[in-house]
């Protein structure tokens, strides 16, 4: 993937990005044996909340973690791993917490008495019929419906995710104004999302709202200030009108904006992380080229499945860089690989003339012609003109072409085949 960095708080650092920490299966169950007791003695909805969220979490872990089923089992003394068992267990978990959840967003409470719906359990449930999560079909109608009677009791996120079904028409007739209005409720209300869109709304006069930049760019700013993990938009789309390639909106601030990227970077938005991998190496925004800087934000992105960062690595590992990363053709193709694998068009290029150059996969033309005609239905020029050129000329012998770099610098063109 790249060399290892070291953490620091410096913004010309070495990234360290941090990660999502994977839950403990032992730890999830021995919380969710104490929720489970604290949520049949309390009257409290939030706490009855948390333990349905807990189910929510073992059973989602089920699937994927042997471990988790392991804990689970260690109560009942059987060390049975068997596909059946694990698909029962996430069941008995599912309904369970469904069972609950459906009380909660009814009468507020588990217990099943009391005519005041708690609203955070609807908007989890919603969400569940959503998704498609505890077992459900997806209901976009009974979401919505869950979404809209939350959003009466104030609630925030709710108020957002009506706004979405209306401006989508998921669920519920497509109403532009009606998404507009309902933005701007949840944003006043604090919401972090609504802010964001209602700045891009205003900002490119989407959904028949007439463009507005002083509103939209004044809502950006106010959901960049508050952004988190799950809403880190606001401070890359920033980062990109300070950048100066929107001319007339806001006076270039090469320094600034990437002090937004790195923020953004930070709480893991992957194409923040990208954008810095690209700075550094092509000194963007006044920025030094920096190999190990721009491999480790590649990387990160690339942790995340973020094609255009993959397509960096690729870059990267067909030229190498000095005492940082060791050049591979093999791996310069299997990082192309995967980002043409997730439709990118110039990754479907670069496959194909690695493929057709022999580089990092054996040379074979008809597998080469295969990626460029992907390529070029998407419309990528160079692409279109190889396929071209080989009708017109034939197929000529081919050798490995691609130049390899000796230094440190950005990429110089032949090797900037993506």
């Given at each position: 993937m790249g060399p290892a960095s070291s953490a620091s708080s410096s913004?010309?650092?070495?990234?360290?990005?941090?990660?999502?920490?994977?839950?403990?299966?032992?730890?999830?169950?021995?919380?969710?044996?104490?929720?489970?007791?604290?949520?049949?003695a309390s009257t409290d909805p939030a706490v009855q909340l948390a333990f349905c969220r807990t189910l929510l979490t073992v059973a989602d872990a089920l699937p994927r973690s042997p471990a988790a089923l392991l804990a689970l089992a260690d109560q009942s003394g059987s060390r049975n791993l068997d596909p059946k068992k694990i698909r029962k267990q996430q069941d008995v978990l599912q309904h369970e917490a469904l069972k609950h959840l459906k009380k909660l967003a009814t009468h507020g409470n588990v217990q099943g008495v009391g005519?005041?719906?708690?609203?955070?359990?609807?908007?989890?449930?919603?969400?569940?019929?959503?998704?498609?999560?505890?077992?459900?079909?997806?209901?976009?109608?009974?979401?919505?419906?869950?979404?809209?009677?939350?959003?009466?009791?104030?609630?925030?996120?709710?108020?957002?995710r009506a706004a979405v079904c209306y401006e989508a028409g998921a669920g519920v007739k497509r109403d532009h104004g009606r998404a507009v209005s309902l933005y701007r409720k949840a944003a006043a209300m604090g919401d972090t999302a609504a802010m964001f869109r209602l700045g891009m709304i205003q900002l490119h006069g989407q959904l028949n709202v007439p463009v507005n930049p002083r509103d939209g760019i004044a809502w950006l700013k106010r959901a960049a200030n508050q952004a988190d993990e799950a809403t880190p938009h606001a401070l890359h789309e920033l980062g990109m009108l300070?950048?100066?390639?929107?001319?007339?909106?806001?006076?270039?601030?090469?320094?600034?904006?990437?002090?937004?990227?790195?923020?953004a970077a930070q709480l893991a938005y992957a194409p923040s992380q990208y954008k810095l991998g690209l700075c550094h190496e092509y000194g963007l925004l006044n920025l030094t080229v920096d190999a190990r800087r721009s491999i480790a934000w590649y990387a990160k992105a690339a942790e995340q499945g973020d094609p255009d960062a993959e397509l960096a690595l690729s870059g990267w590992y067909l030229t190498g860089a000095d005492g940082i990363l060791v050049q591979s053709d093999q791996e310069a193709y299997l990082w192309a690989r995967k980002a043409a694998d997730k439709g990118l068009a110039k990754a479907e290029y670069a496959v194909a003339y690695y493929t057709e150059h022999g580089v990092?996969?054996?040379?074979?033309?008809?597998?080469?012609?295969?990626?460029?005609?992907?390529?070029?239905?998407?419309?990528?020029?160079?692409?279109?003109a190889r396929l071209k050129e080989a009708?017109?000329?034939?197929?000529?012998?081919?050798?490995?072409?691609?130049?390899?770099?000796k230094d440190g610098d950005a990429k110089d063109s032949e090797c900037s085949i993506m």
């Open positions: 913004s010309t650092a070495t990234p360290s990005a941090p990660r999502p920490s994977k839950p403990d299966p032992g730890a999830m169950y021995t919380e969710l044996v104490a929720l489970r007791t604290q949520a049949k005519k005041t719906p708690y609203a955070d359990a609807q908007y989890l449930l919603a969400e569940c019929y959503g998704h498609g999560r505890l077992g459900l079909s997806h209901d976009h109608e009974r979401a919505f419906a869950l979404y809209h009677a939350a959003s009466k009791q104030g609630h925030a996120a709710s108020t957002y300070y950048e100066g390639k929107t001319s007339g909106i806001l006076l270039p601030d090469p320094a600034y904006a990437h002090d937004l990227f790195l923020r990092g996969v054996r040379a074979n033309w008809d597998e080469a012609r295969r990626w460029y005609l992907r390529a070029s239905s998407q419309g990528h020029a160079r692409a279109m009708a017109q000329d034939g197929v000529k012998p081919a050798g490995k072409s691609a130049k390899r770099r």
